[in-house]
Protein backbone atom coordinates (compact mmCIF):
# COMPACT_ATOMS: atom_id res chain seq x y z
CA UNK A 1 0.00 0.00 0.00
CA UNK A 2 1.63 3.44 -1.17
CA UNK A 3 1.94 5.88 1.98
CA UNK A 4 1.12 9.90 2.35
CA UNK A 5 3.27 11.39 -0.91
CA UNK A 6 4.18 15.35 -1.08
CA UNK A 7 5.99 16.59 -3.97
CA UNK A 8 8.15 18.15 -4.58
CA UNK A 9 10.42 17.27 -1.65
CA UNK A 10 12.01 20.54 -1.90
CA UNK A 11 11.09 23.96 -3.41
CA UNK A 12 13.78 26.93 -3.23
CA UNK A 13 11.89 30.17 -4.68
CA UNK A 14 11.80 33.94 -4.41
CA UNK A 15 10.41 36.12 -1.85
CA UNK A 16 7.27 37.39 -3.60
CA UNK A 17 7.00 33.94 -5.87
CA UNK A 18 4.16 31.84 -5.77
CA UNK A 19 4.43 28.31 -4.68
CA UNK A 20 2.25 24.88 -4.84
CA UNK A 21 2.56 22.42 -2.60
CA UNK A 22 0.88 18.76 -3.02
CA UNK A 23 -0.33 15.83 -0.43
CA UNK A 24 -1.88 12.58 -2.20
CA UNK A 25 -3.26 10.74 1.16
CA UNK A 26 -3.39 7.29 1.53
CA UNK A 27 -6.02 5.96 -0.76
CA UNK A 28 -9.06 5.85 1.17
CA UNK A 29 -8.16 8.33 4.00
CA UNK A 30 -10.91 11.07 4.59
CA UNK A 31 -8.81 13.11 6.99
CA UNK A 32 -6.02 14.71 5.68
CA UNK A 33 -4.10 17.41 7.64
CA UNK A 34 -0.92 20.07 6.80
CA UNK A 35 1.45 20.76 9.37
CA UNK A 36 4.31 22.99 8.90
CA UNK A 37 7.84 22.94 10.90
CA UNK A 38 9.27 26.59 10.85
CA UNK A 39 13.04 26.74 11.54
CA UNK A 40 13.98 23.44 13.95
CA UNK A 41 11.00 24.44 15.89
CA UNK A 42 8.18 22.49 17.10
CA UNK A 43 5.64 21.21 13.91
CA UNK A 44 2.13 22.91 14.06
CA UNK A 45 -0.94 22.40 12.75
CA UNK A 46 -2.17 24.22 9.94
CA UNK A 47 -5.28 22.66 9.23
CA UNK A 48 -7.86 19.65 8.32
CA UNK A 49 -10.31 18.03 5.68
CA UNK A 50 -12.70 15.57 5.93
CA UNK A 51 -12.37 14.80 2.48
CA UNK A 52 -13.06 17.50 0.05
CA UNK A 53 -14.51 20.03 3.37
CA UNK A 54 -12.15 21.79 5.42
CA UNK A 55 -12.61 20.94 9.15
CA UNK A 56 -10.64 23.22 10.51
CA UNK A 57 -7.76 25.87 9.19
CA UNK A 58 -7.29 27.52 12.80
CA UNK A 59 -3.57 27.04 12.21
CA UNK A 60 -3.40 28.88 8.69
CA UNK A 61 -1.01 31.39 9.44
CA UNK A 62 -2.78 34.34 7.35
CA UNK A 63 -4.26 34.80 3.89
CA UNK A 64 -1.31 34.30 2.12
CA UNK A 65 -1.82 30.47 2.28
CA UNK A 66 -4.65 28.91 0.42
CA UNK A 67 -5.26 24.95 0.61
CA UNK A 68 -8.01 23.01 -1.22
CA UNK A 69 -8.84 19.47 -1.64
CA UNK A 70 -9.97 18.55 -4.99
CA UNK A 71 -12.67 15.58 -4.66
CA UNK A 72 -11.73 14.62 -2.09
CA UNK A 73 -8.49 13.21 -3.10
CA UNK A 74 -5.42 15.04 -3.38
CA UNK A 75 -4.93 18.60 -1.37
CA UNK A 76 -2.72 21.42 -2.96
CA UNK A 77 -1.18 24.08 -0.36
CA UNK A 78 -0.39 27.25 -1.87
CA UNK A 79 1.31 30.12 -0.80
CA UNK A 80 1.14 33.14 -2.31
CA UNK A 81 2.85 35.86 -2.41
CA UNK A 82 5.81 34.03 -0.49
CA UNK A 83 7.95 35.30 2.27
CA UNK A 84 10.67 34.63 4.34
CA UNK A 85 8.80 33.76 7.27
CA UNK A 86 7.35 30.78 4.95
CA UNK A 87 10.49 28.96 4.73
CA UNK A 88 10.19 25.74 6.70
CA UNK A 89 8.70 21.78 6.13
CA UNK A 90 5.55 21.33 5.22
CA UNK A 91 3.96 17.74 6.58
CA UNK A 92 1.24 16.55 4.89
CA UNK A 93 -0.52 13.65 7.22
CA UNK A 94 -3.99 11.43 6.57
CA UNK A 95 -5.95 8.99 8.85
CA UNK A 96 -9.09 7.21 8.27
CA UNK A 97 -12.64 8.60 8.29
CA UNK A 98 -14.14 8.28 12.38
CA UNK A 99 -11.25 7.18 14.01
CA UNK A 100 -10.30 8.79 17.63
CA UNK A 101 -7.57 10.37 19.23
CA UNK A 102 -5.95 7.05 19.84
CA UNK A 103 -5.47 6.80 16.31
CA UNK A 104 -2.37 6.90 14.24
CA UNK A 105 -1.79 9.71 11.41
CA UNK A 106 0.84 8.52 8.87
CA UNK A 107 2.95 11.34 7.14
CA UNK A 108 4.79 12.54 4.36
CA UNK A 109 8.17 12.84 3.75
CA UNK A 110 7.61 16.72 4.15
CA UNK A 111 8.12 19.42 1.82
CA UNK A 112 11.24 21.64 2.86
CA UNK A 113 10.57 25.11 1.13
CA UNK A 114 12.94 27.53 1.01
CA UNK A 115 12.00 31.90 0.30
CA UNK A 116 14.81 33.57 -0.43
CA UNK B 1 -3.87 25.67 26.67
CA UNK B 2 -2.24 22.43 26.10
CA UNK B 3 0.94 21.60 25.40
CA UNK B 4 4.64 19.72 24.73
CA UNK B 5 7.87 20.62 26.27
CA UNK B 6 10.69 18.36 25.19
CA UNK B 7 14.36 18.47 25.90
CA UNK B 8 16.13 20.20 23.33
CA UNK B 9 19.21 18.85 21.54
CA UNK B 10 21.27 18.05 19.71
CA UNK B 11 22.15 14.94 21.48
CA UNK B 12 25.16 13.07 20.76
CA UNK B 13 25.54 9.76 22.23
CA UNK B 14 28.26 6.43 21.61
CA UNK B 15 26.81 3.48 20.24
CA UNK B 16 25.50 1.15 23.34
CA UNK B 17 24.60 4.29 25.18
CA UNK B 18 21.90 4.49 27.50
CA UNK B 19 18.95 7.01 26.13
CA UNK B 20 16.45 9.61 27.54
CA UNK B 21 14.42 11.80 26.05
CA UNK B 22 12.49 13.78 28.20
CA UNK B 23 9.18 15.07 27.36
CA UNK B 24 5.99 16.33 29.71
CA UNK B 25 2.78 17.90 28.49
CA UNK B 26 -0.24 20.26 29.91
CA UNK B 27 -3.87 18.85 29.13
CA UNK B 28 -7.19 18.82 29.78
CA UNK B 29 -8.13 15.20 31.27
CA UNK B 30 -6.19 12.24 30.41
CA UNK B 31 -4.64 12.11 26.61
CA UNK B 32 -3.28 9.28 24.75
CA UNK B 33 0.91 10.38 24.20
CA UNK B 34 2.60 9.44 21.26
CA UNK B 35 6.35 9.63 20.02
CA UNK B 36 7.11 10.13 16.52
CA UNK B 37 10.58 9.68 14.48
CA UNK B 38 12.30 11.27 11.90
CA UNK B 39 14.87 9.38 10.33
CA UNK B 40 17.24 11.12 7.55
CA UNK B 41 15.17 12.02 4.19
CA UNK B 42 12.04 10.03 5.39
CA UNK B 43 8.72 11.58 6.33
CA UNK B 44 7.34 10.77 10.70
CA UNK B 45 6.58 7.66 11.75
CA UNK B 46 4.73 6.78 14.69
CA UNK B 47 7.16 5.39 17.16
CA UNK B 48 5.67 4.40 20.13
CA UNK B 49 2.56 5.32 21.87
CA UNK B 50 0.40 5.13 25.43
CA UNK B 51 -3.61 5.54 25.30
CA UNK B 52 -4.00 6.03 29.16
CA UNK B 53 -2.05 6.56 32.63
CA UNK B 54 0.96 4.06 33.50
CA UNK B 55 0.94 2.36 30.20
CA UNK B 56 3.97 1.50 28.92
CA UNK B 57 4.67 1.78 24.81
CA UNK B 58 7.36 0.08 23.36
CA UNK B 59 9.01 -0.39 19.68
CA UNK B 60 12.22 -1.02 18.67
CA UNK B 61 13.39 -1.22 21.92
CA UNK B 62 12.58 2.32 22.99
CA UNK B 63 9.99 2.52 26.10
CA UNK B 64 8.06 5.27 27.56
CA UNK B 65 5.97 5.42 30.57
CA UNK B 66 2.35 7.73 30.41
CA UNK B 67 2.74 8.99 34.09
CA UNK B 68 0.65 11.10 34.90
CA UNK B 69 1.52 12.15 38.46
CA UNK B 70 4.45 13.88 36.30
CA UNK B 71 2.75 14.82 33.39
CA UNK B 72 5.80 12.73 31.80
CA UNK B 73 6.53 10.67 29.31
CA UNK B 74 9.86 10.25 28.49
CA UNK B 75 11.13 8.17 25.76
CA UNK B 76 14.55 5.47 26.99
CA UNK B 77 16.37 2.74 25.32
CA UNK B 78 19.09 0.89 27.17
CA UNK B 79 21.50 0.64 24.26
CA UNK B 80 21.48 3.10 21.11
CA UNK B 81 22.60 2.23 17.47
CA UNK B 82 23.44 4.58 14.83
CA UNK B 83 20.69 3.50 12.67
CA UNK B 84 18.51 4.99 15.92
CA UNK B 85 20.22 8.82 14.48
CA UNK B 86 17.17 10.55 13.76
CA UNK B 87 14.96 13.71 15.16
CA UNK B 88 12.21 12.45 17.77
CA UNK B 89 8.99 14.20 18.54
CA UNK B 90 6.54 14.10 21.41
CA UNK B 91 3.23 14.61 20.26
CA UNK B 92 -0.53 15.20 21.81
CA UNK B 93 -3.31 14.55 20.11
CA UNK B 94 -6.33 16.58 20.74
CA UNK B 95 -9.35 15.01 20.23
CA UNK B 96 -12.80 16.45 18.29
CA UNK B 97 -16.32 15.59 17.89
CA UNK B 98 -16.38 13.85 14.69
CA UNK B 99 -13.72 11.72 15.10
CA UNK B 100 -10.38 13.31 14.20
CA UNK B 101 -7.74 14.89 16.27
CA UNK B 102 -4.91 17.26 15.60
CA UNK B 103 -1.37 16.61 17.04
CA UNK B 104 0.41 19.45 19.79
CA UNK B 105 4.54 18.62 19.01
CA UNK B 106 7.02 18.79 21.08
CA UNK B 107 10.09 21.01 19.17
CA UNK B 108 11.66 17.72 18.43
CA UNK B 109 15.35 16.30 19.85
CA UNK B 110 18.01 15.10 17.04
CA UNK B 111 19.76 12.77 17.94
CA UNK B 112 23.36 11.64 16.69
CA UNK B 113 24.40 7.96 17.68
CA UNK B 114 28.28 7.65 16.61
CA UNK B 115 30.26 4.13 16.50
Known amino acids: EAGVTQFPSHSVIEKGQTVTLRCDPISGHDNLYWYRRVMGKEIKFLLHFVKESKQDESGMPNNRFLAERTGGTYSTLKVQPAELEDSGVYFC??????????????FGQGTRLTVV | GDSVTQMEGPVTLSEEAFLTINCTYTATGYPSLFWYVQYPGEGLQLLLKATKADDKGSNKGFEATYRKETTSFHLEKGSVQVSDSAVYFCALPIRFSGGYNKLIFGAGTRLAVHP
Open chain 1, 93 to 106: ASSPRGTGGNTEAF
